[in-house]
């Protein structure tokens, strides 16, 4: 389908600078821009394109300004990442979905589906599972007995879900990624270790999104939360009685130890790595490889193991790299000053 950039101006709330009938069909970006496409321009570092682009219309911040004249319509907006956002949504939202269920596919005669839903082929659903209406299950997703599945949900291929687990509605789950498994509870005895039985659940609420290989462990006993909102990347480990606040986002790679509280809105780069059973605050924002050993309250941006401030951080980084030097001239004061000392003995 085509669009103007009038309509696209008009769904973003965005005004047209150039060519009203400008007419869209694909996007690209902006470095790789074609006829017929949109773009956006949201970093800085990208400004010298918005000159070259052969992208027909592009979005912009209301706030940039123009060093000589542009080959493409634009459409300002408050935030470009933001439009081209809404954009991408519309775009996916006008894609077909698959329905239908395949015959080669293994559904206890208890299961209940919901309707308009795809289920693939090689898709494994156990005894009393509940599916909502207009879910997605792509192929080879094992579903346990017991399991709740809300509305609109998306599991990709081979995804896990352990017995008893909850999943909300419009919950988005990437392939490889297991939900429900053991949490890590081990008794250590004379001999080695006795397993802790994980009798409890996960429950992931309204409009998750995880991300490929992600692991979510069941508890102990009650729940393992990922609430509503919650954005979680590739290769993400959530440990056994974790509670992850609403619209929390975590990059590839973070670990979350047993029983820790996270609060809402936080935002976790790569690599974050926090201890068990501490309590993190809303809206805090931890740079990437910080290690976390202790609680940490509301509103705070830090980075480091312990975490402390950026400006305090990559001040002792600069002071750390020069820690030989400074070794080095350290032992040199102390000969000097043993040699002072001696003199003045004799």
Aim: aromatic share 8%.
């Amino acid at each position: 389908m085509e669009f103007t950039a009038k309509q696209i101006a008009e769904f973003v709330h965005g005004c047209v600078e150039g060519d009203d009938n400008t007419t869209v069909n694909t996007f690209a970006k902006i470095e790789e821009g074609k006829k017929g496409a949109i773009s956006f321009l949201a970093n800085p570092k990208y400004t010298h394109y918005l000159y070259s682009t052969n992208s027909s219309i592009v979005l912009v911040n209301n706030d940039l300004k123009l060093e000589q004249d542009v080959p493409c319509t634009l459409v300002r907006v408050p935030s470009a990442y933001e439009a081209v956002a809404q954009l991408l949504q519309l775009y996916e939202s006008m894609k077909p979905k698959k329905t239908g269920v395949s015959s080669l596919a293994s559904i206890s005669a208890s299961a209940k589906i919901g309707e308009n839903c795809y289920i693939a082929p090689f898709v494994c659903i156990g005894d009393n599972v509940e599916i909502g209406d207009g879910c997605q299950i792509y192929p080879n997703v094992t579903i346990g007995d017991g399991v709740k599945v809300g509305k609109n949900t998306i599991l990709y291929s081979n995804v896990s879900v352990y017995h008893g687990c909850k999943l909300g509605n419009s919950v988005t789950i990437h392939s490889g990624s297991v939900i429900g498994a053991d949490g890590f509870g081990f008794a250590p005895n004379a001999e080695g270790y006795d397993k802790i039985p994980q009798i409890g659940i996960v429950t992931i609420e309204d409009n998750v999104e995880i991300g490929a290989n992600t692991c979510v462990d069941r508890s102990t006993m009650g729940s393992t939360y990922v609430r509503k909102g919650v954005k979680l990347d590739n290769l993400v480990q959530i440990a056994h009685n974790t509670d992850i606040g609403e619209n929390t986002v975590m990059s590839a790679q973070v670990g979350i130890a047993g029983s820790t509280k996270v609060g809402s809105w936080c935002m976790f780069g790569g690599q974050v790595g926090l201890a068990g059973h501490i309590k993190i605050g809303n809206k805090v924002f931890l740079g990437a490889q910080s290690g976390v050993p202790g609680n940490i309250k509301d509103a705070q941006t830090l980075i480091g193991t312990p975490p402390m401030e950026p400006k305090k951080y990559f001040k002792s980084q600069a002071i750390f790299r020069r820690l030989p030097e400074m070794y080095a001239k350290i032992n040199e004061l102390e000969k000097e000053l043993a040699k002072l000392k001696g003199e003045s003995e004799a």
